[in-house]
Nanobody, 127 residues
């Protein structure tokens, strides 16, 4: 049974920074794909940062490139998202996702439909 638990969401000011964490159990972080998505009410879930292939291939959405950094601690089976220069448009519920089927998720790592396992989400609010 795979469980993903996010933490670190908070309310911050425009230009601030946050680090989100996603601890996994029942899933080995250096297999398949693992990363971060976000979703606002009434909108589609957006893939923003993913690592795959053992963490050596980070991929970012254009909306966060240069501001967000995803890292993976294989020993702790944890993925982090360092978010800098946060903007009000980054306000969202942030979800961690993972899927061990590298053959599936690596084809389009930012596509949420390619992930089977999801955390409960952590809220980030930027004002």
């Amino acid at each position: 049974h795979v469980q993903l638990v996010e933490s670190g969401g908070a309310a911050v000011q425009n230009g601030g920074s946050l680090t989100l964490s996603c601890a996994s159990s029942g899933y080995t972080a250096n297999t398949g794909c693992m990363g971060w998505f976000r979703q606002n009410p009434g909108k589609e879930r957006e893939g923003i940062a993913v690592v795959y292939g053992g963490g050596g291939f980070p991929l970012y959405a254009d909306s966060v490139k240069g501001r967000f950094t995803i890292t993976q601690d294989n020993a702790e089976n944890t993925v982090y998202l360092q978010m800098n220069n946060l903007k009000p448009e980054d306000t969202s519920m942030y979800y961690c996702a993972a899927d061990s089927r590298l053959w599936l998720c690596a084809g389009s790592p930012l596509d949420s439909s390619r992930y089977d396992h999801w955390g409960q989400g952590t809220q980030v609010t930027v004002s």
